[in-house]
């Protein structure tokens, strides 16, 4: 199974982009849905997560500007990413938990800037 990333590209500060992780297959035993960012320089960080129980959980510096969420099938992972600022340019990486492992989607790029 592979997670397609899509939706990143060049923004203005205010501005909003959609990013988007489908697996290419069915994958169970899913515990939780999330997104991670690494800016050059910088350690991969937690961006936001979306639990089984549909529960909610973001990074302080992200809270009121960005939305998780997904499909009613668990396939696709969505990030609304609105007021954006130039600290949130980052490769930007999806990521499906589950009790066995870990899947990670090929990262796409998200840059601030005017």
């Known amino acids: 199974v592979q997670l397609v990333e899509s939706g990143g590209g060049l923004v203005q500060p205010g501005g909003s982009l959609r990013l988007s992780c489908a697996a290419s297959?069915?994958?169970?035993?899913?515990?939780?849905m999330g997104w991670y960012r690494q800016a050059p320089g910088k350690e991969r960080e937690l961006v936001a997560t979306?639990?089984?129980?549909?529960?909610?959980n973001y990074a302080d510096s992200v809270k009121g500007r960005f939305t998780i969420s997904r499909d009613s099938a668990w396939n696709t992972v969505y990030l609304q990413m609105d007021s954006l600022k130039p600290e949130d340019t980052a490769v930007y990486y999806c990521?499906?938990?589950?009790?066995?492992?870990?899947?990670w989607g090929q990262g796409t790029q998200v840059t601030v800037s005017s």
């Open positions: 297959g069915v994958i169970f035993r899913i515990i939780a």
């Open positions: 979306i639990s089984s129980d549909s529960s909610t």
């Open positions: 990521n499906i938990k589950t009790n066995l492992r870990s899947y």
